[in-house]
């Protein structure tokens, strides 16, 4: 027996030490009580003022107590169920999970490889990819339907995605009547809304806006969600050198102010709600003025933010699995690899856009597929390496001896699969094998793994009359939404 030791050191990284945490962490409780944040909900306002804020018109500038109290407030952990009772998403520092993001207005098409608009259809094939990968998590949409009302989009894209998955899903909504849709779906499934409270369906997934803004109806859409038991995902970040400082210091502070406001917001509105927060921190390019989701800089900075979380016992929303390639290549593969490492190593909570290319425009399913498999990687790489009598295998080493083989040893047949990770796309036969095999490229292998799943994988079919509940209550929403255009 040895005192304070443990078999398996999983492998991470930090990226700011405790006394530079300590220093951005003051640094935006001084930004939040001088500069403050424009606060564009009445209620809210409301709120931060009975606390004890100083509020300015829309402008409130918020004393430390109030974020202080809110971090105190806000549970460490909590957990997103999927319909079937066994995919879940507990909710907590350190723990991480991907998933991909939503509202991209391109998607390539699996089987003509077009870039086209994103349509009806298109998030249901997306759940159903993400329901028979093992390493995607959780289930966003990949894409803002087109071809419908288009204050609706988010309600059908969930319908479809709840549909194709038992995984969880996290949708998003524009206003806060499609929020009550989300919620009506979502009961349809799960029978009642008690059933709901004691098993969140869903994480309703919102944003602040940089820098430094909370609109009015993302408040109000994720004050409702939270009055009806719904975990909430708020999140923002803004970009190096345009909407934030371009220093990356600067940058971490005008993210966490928004975060923190966001957070102490919605505390004072409902104390211990579940609220994960989280950011987008992009780098401007140099060249163009837009955001380079794919620059090193995204992951650096959500890794520091990720450290920040830690450090105050927040879960945290990251990035990783994006590109700004605009096609399956090189390039995508290049900077979603390190994103995925990297979001592993520092142990954000959800990781979502994975599957984002062209500065988050497309969804491609393509670029979902081969994520996958990265992340498959990465999380053997963060299962570490267990040291222990057997592992260490003294007395198999001494049987074998001095120019033996271990290939043949029950040892090594009981303990190889666990040990050693196989891969689903990556070629590893030699060049005769592969030459006989057709000379497949990796997209080509992509490719036939994605037709494979659509074309055979069968998710597991809604409760009886859910499908027709949820077809009443998108009717529904389009009468009410034609009655407002009258």
Same mark, same amino acid.
């Given at each position: 027996?040895?005192?304070?030791?443990?078999?398996?050191?999983?492998?991470?990284?930090?990226?700011?030490?405790?006394?530079?945490?300590?220093?951005?962490?003051?640094?935006?409780?001084?930004?939040? #009580?001088?500069?403050?944040?424009?606060?564009?909900?009445?209620?809210?306002?409301?709120?931060?003022?009975?606390?004890?804020?100083?509020?300015?018109?829309?402008?409130?500038?918020?004393?430390?107590?109030?974020?202080?109290?809110?971090? =105190?407030? =806000?549970?460490?952990?909590? *957990?997103?169920?999927?319909? &079937?009772?066994?995919?879940?998403? @507990?909710?907590? +520092?350190?723990?991480?999970?991907?998933?991909?993001?939503? /509202?991209?207005?391109?998607?390539?098409?699996?089987?003509? %490889?077009?870039?086209?608009?994103?349509?009806?259809?298109?998030?249901?094939?997306?759940?159903?990819?993400?329901?028979?990968?093992?390493?995607?998590?959780?289930?966003?949409?990949?894409?803002?339907?087109?071809?419908?009302?288009?204050?609706?989009?988010?309600?059908?894209?969930? =319908?479809?995605?709840?549909?194709?998955?038992?995984?969880?899903?996290?949708?998003?909504?524009?206003?806060?009547?499609?929020?009550?849709?989300?919620?009506?779906?979502?009961?349809?499934?799960?029978?009642?809304? !008690?059933?709901?409270?004691?098993?969140?369906?869903?994480?309703?997934?919102? /944003?602040?806006?940089?820098?430094?803004? @909370?609109?009015?109806?993302?408040?109000?859409?994720?004050?409702?969600?939270?009055? @009806?038991?719904?975990?909430?995902?708020?999140?923002?970040?803004?970009?190096?050198?345009?909407?934030?400082?371009?220093?990356?210091?600067?940058?971490?502070?005008?993210?966490?102010?928004?975060?923190?406001?966001?957070?102490?917001?919605?505390?004072?509105?409902?104390?211990?709600?579940?609220?994960?927060?989280?950011?987008?921190?992009?780098?401007?390019?140099?060249?163009?003025?837009?955001?380079?989701?794919? %620059?090193?800089?995204?992951?650096?900075?959500?890794?520091?933010? #990720?450290?920040?979380?830690?450090?105050?016992?927040?879960?945290?929303?990251?990035?990783? %699995?994006?590109?700004?390639?605009?096609?399956?290549?090189?390039?995508?593969?290049?900077?979603? *690899?390190?994103?995925?490492?990297?979001?592993?190593?520092?142990?954000?909570?959800?990781?979502?856009?994975?599957?984002?290319?062209?500065?988050?425009?497309?969804?491609?399913?393509?670029?979902?597929?081969?994520? &996958?498999?990265?992340?498959?990687?990465?999380?053997?790489?963060?299962?570490?390496?267990?040291?222990?009598?057997?592992?260490?295998?003294?007395?198999?080493?001494?049987?074998?001896? +001095?120019?033996?083989?271990?290939?043949?040893?029950? !040892?090594?047949?009981?303990?190889?699969?666990?040990?050693?990770?196989?891969?689903?796309?990556?070629? $590893? &036969?030699?060049?005769?094998?592969?030459?006989? =095999?057709?000379?497949? *490229?990796?997209?080509?292998?992509?490719?036939?793994?994605?037709? $494979?799943?659509?074309?055979?994988?069968?998710?597991? +079919?809604?409760?009886?009359?859910?499908?027709?509940?949820?077809?009443?209550?998108?009717?529904?929403?389009?009468?009410?939404?034609?009655?407002? /255009?009258?």
């Amino acid at each position: 027996m040895y005192a304070n030791y443990a078999p398996l050191q999983t492998p991470q990284f930090r990226v700011l030490s405790d006394e530079q945490i300590e220093k951005l962490f003051q640094a935006t409780l001084e930004c939040l #009580s001088r500069t403050g944040v424009n606060v564009l909900n009445e209620e809210a306002r409301h709120l931060l003022a009975k606390a004890g804020a100083d509020v300015d018109g829309v402008r409130v500038r918020i004393p430390p107590h109030i974020i202080q109290d809110a971090i =105190a407030a =806000a549970p460490r952990s909590f *957990t997103i169920w999927g319909r &079937d009772g066994r995919h879940a998403l @507990h909710v907590v +520092p350190d723990k991480v999970y991907y998933g991909p993001g939503p /509202t991209c207005t391109y998607f390539i098409d699996p089987y003509t %490889g077009e870039r086209r608009p994103t349509r009806r259809g298109d998030p249901g094939m997306t759940a159903l990819v993400c329901d028979a990968l093992p390493n995607i998590d959780y289930v966003m949409s990949l894409g803002l339907i087109s071809d419908v009302t288009h204050t609706l989009a988010s309600v059908y894209e969930y =319908a479809e995605m709840i549909a194709n998955t038992t995984k969880p899903v996290l949708p998003w909504a524009f206003q806060v009547d499609q929020v009550k849709d989300l919620y009506a779906i979502a009961l349809a499934v799960t029978g009642s809304a !008690e059933a709901f409270r004691r098993r969140p369906l869903f994480g309703f997934f919102s /944003t602040w806006q940089s820098p430094l803004i @909370h609109t009015d109806h993302d408040l109000e859409n994720v004050f409702w969600a939270m009055e @009806h038991d719904i975990p909430v995902i708020y999140i923002g970040g803004g970009a190096a050198g345009s909407t934030g400082p371009v220093t990356g210091a600067g940058l971490i502070v005008a993210y966490l102010a928004g975060a923190l406001s966001g957070l102490a917001i919605l505390q004072l509105k409902k104390r211990g709600a579940p609220v994960c927060i989280g950011g987008v921190p992009e780098p401007m390019d140099l060249r163009t003025g837009r955001p380079a989701y794919g %620059g090193p800089e995204m992951s650096l900075y959500s890794a520091a933010m #990720s450290d920040i979380s830690r450090y105050l016992g927040l879960p945290f929303m990251g990035t990783a %699995g994006a590109s700004e390639a605009k096609v399956v290549d090189q390039q995508a593969a290049i900077e979603s *690899t390190f994103q995925v490492l990297l979001s592993a190593l520092s142990g954000a909570t959800l990781v979502h856009d994975v599957g984002f290319l062209d500065c988050a425009d497309i969804g491609s399913l393509e670029m979902l597929v081969m994520n &996958d498999e990265i992340i498959a990687m990465t999380r053997r790489i963060m299962r570490g390496i267990e040291v222990t009598d057997e592992t260490i295998m003294l007395d198999l080493i001494d049987q074998v001896g +001095p120019g033996g083989e271990f290939m043949s040893a029950v !040892e090594t047949a009981k303990l190889c699969r666990t040990e050693i990770w196989i891969p689903t796309l990556m070629d $590893r &036969d030699p060049w005769v094998n592969w030459e006989a =095999a057709g000379s497949l *490229t990796m997209l080509d292998r992509i490719q036939r793994k994605l037709h $494979r799943i659509l074309e055979s994988h069968k998710p597991v +079919p809604l409760p009886d009359g859910a499908a027709e509940k949820i077809q009443q209550i998108l009717e529904a929403a389009e009468a009410r939404e034609r009655s407002r /255009t009258k």
